[in-house]
């Protein structure tokens, strides 16, 4: 599985930006996709999965209401459109596909089961 993630970028607070990450092909036809995120001395933390069969959404409580996931399967991509940002989502974000049932059973942390990822792309929200 080969992810490539883009479109991170310094941004002040309040502002957006959205992120995109290219499948190998067919991927987000058979796999759940979403993003987690890592900052530094901190833990992974899950952001947010997109079902391969449904289309249904998963959101970490903390980016509920200001983040939106979506894919294009014709064109093997997914976005993670991020508003009102705030300091607290500075990190590295991954992009991430794993099976359909761990994003069923796990929810945003489905990436920590059976996932796989790519390079990340960094997001700094500051003034």
């Known amino acids: 599985v080969q992810l490539q993630a883009c479109g991170g970028g310094l941004v002040q607070p309040g502002g957006s930006l959205r992120l995109s990450c290219t499948a190998s092909?067919?991927?987000?036809?058979?796999?759940?996709a979403g993003w987690f995120r890592q900052a530094p001395g901190k833990e992974r933390e899950g952001v947010s999965g997109?079902?391969?069969?449904?289309?249904?959404?998963y959101y970490a409580e903390a980016v509920k209401g200001r983040f939106t996931i979506s894919r294009d399967n014709a064109k093997n991509t997914v976005y993670l459109e991020m508003d009102d940002l705030k300091p607290e989502d500075t990190a590295v974000y991954y992009c991430t596909t794993a099976p359909e049932i761990s994003l069923r059973t796990y929810g945003t942390n489905f990436y920590a089961h059976g996932g796989s990822w790519g390079q990340g792309t960094q997001v700094t929200v500051s003034s």
């Open positions: 092909k067919y991927i987000l036809d058979f796999y759940a």
């Open positions: 997109i079902s391969s069969s449904d289309g249904s959404t």
